[in-house]
């Protein structure tokens, strides 16, 4: 279980690092009244769209004679230009509003085309009203549904553009986005400070590794010239073991013998004598 107590922890490679860096910026974005939550707006906007969807509904089925679904098409028409499009107009405004866009012509045009969706409902409306009357004269309670119904898709969509614009800030989201990324940034310098901070530079560090690399070049070379000459000393040995039995000597005459003894103090007397050079060059890297 995460403990939610604490912002740090350990990650698998030891080290210390802040988790949830986003909770407290998120919390400073968070919206100050219920009425900028989303949820209550998005809970507005829905109420608002489906009394118009009804009032639209009600409207074609009283002077339609056309298919279902021919008037659910008609309804979705009306519904989207008089109820999704003020949304769209509010979100838009607050953008320039706020100085991110300039979409000026795209307002525009989305302002005509919800005037368009309103003044044709209203047209209908009062084109039809002897229709819906139910005495079929245009009486007071017809003229009165009538206003109703031409007023109300009215309300309902500047009710949907004015909740959108006091919940929409597209500054605050951009801001916090921005300051979530300058806080992720900032945690990774802090680790990268960290992790530099650990390892101490030495000025004299390619002088130390020469040296290094120098001391590790003649061990080796001193450990090769004793297996050479453990090498000779077992030869010596054979020699002298084969010398030792006549029948080993019998190809071999007292001269050849001699020269290759010879050849082999020779050999022993060098490598014994590049042992000590090194040995002594070693001794002198360490004294250093």
């Known amino acids: 279980m995460r403990n939610t107590g604490s912002f740090a922890r350990k990650n698998n490679m030891g080290e210390l ?3 949830d860096l986003d909770r407290a910026i998120k919390k400073k974005y968070k919206p100050d009244t219920i009425c900028k939550s989303s949820i209550i707006s998005f809970f507005i906007m829905v109420i608002c769209i489906t009394i118009d969807i009804a009032f639209y509904i009600n ?4 002077i339609s004679y056309d298919e279902p679904n021919m008037i659910i098409l008609e309804v979705a028409g009306l519904s989207m230009a008089s109820d999704f499009v ?3 107009i509010a979100m838009i405004a607050k953008r320039i509003r706020q100085g991110i866009s300039k979409e000026k012509p795209l307002l525009a045009l989305s302002i005509i085309v919800t005037a368009i969706a309103l003044i044709t ?4 409306r ?4 002897s229709t819906v009357s139910s005495s ?5 309670p017809t003229l009165c549904i009538t206003l109703f119904a031409v007023i109300v898709p009215i309300m309902t969509s500047l009710t949907s553009g004015i909740v959108s614009y006091y919940a929409y800030d597209p500054l605050s989201k951009k801001m916090l986005k921005e300051e979530i990324g300058i806080a992720e940034l900032t945690e990774e310098i802090r680790r990268y400070k960290a992790i530099i901070s650990d390892y101490t530079y030495d000025e004299n ?8 690399d120098t001391g590790y070049y003649n061990i080796a ?6 297996e050479a000459v453990a090498i000779c000393n077992n030869v010596r040995v054979k020699l002298m073991e084969y010398l030792g039995n006549p029948t080993a000597t019998n190809m071999l005459s007292e001269s050849q013998v001699d020269d290759v003894f010879n050849r082999l103090n020779k050999e022993l007397v060098s490598l014994n004598d590049s042992i000590d050079v090194i040995n002594d060059l070693t001794d002198k890297a360490e004294i250093k």
């Not at 079929?136 to 007071?140: E, F, I, N, P, Q």
């Not at 560090?205 to 290094?212: A, N, Q, Y």
């Not at 070379?221 to 004793?226: G, I, Y």
Request: hydrophobic share 45%; aromatic share 8%.
């Open 17 to 19: 690092v802040c988790e």
């Open 59 to 62: 409207l074609f089925r009283l």
């Open 86 to 88: 003020p949304i769209y």
């Open 121 to 124: 409902n209203a047209f209908i």
């Open 126 to 129: 009062i084109a039809t009203m």
């Open 136 to 140: 079929g004269t245009l009486d007071a």
């Open 205 to 212: 560090c390619e002088e130390e590794l020469k040296k290094l």
């Open 221 to 226: 070379k001193r450990s090769l010239l004793n």
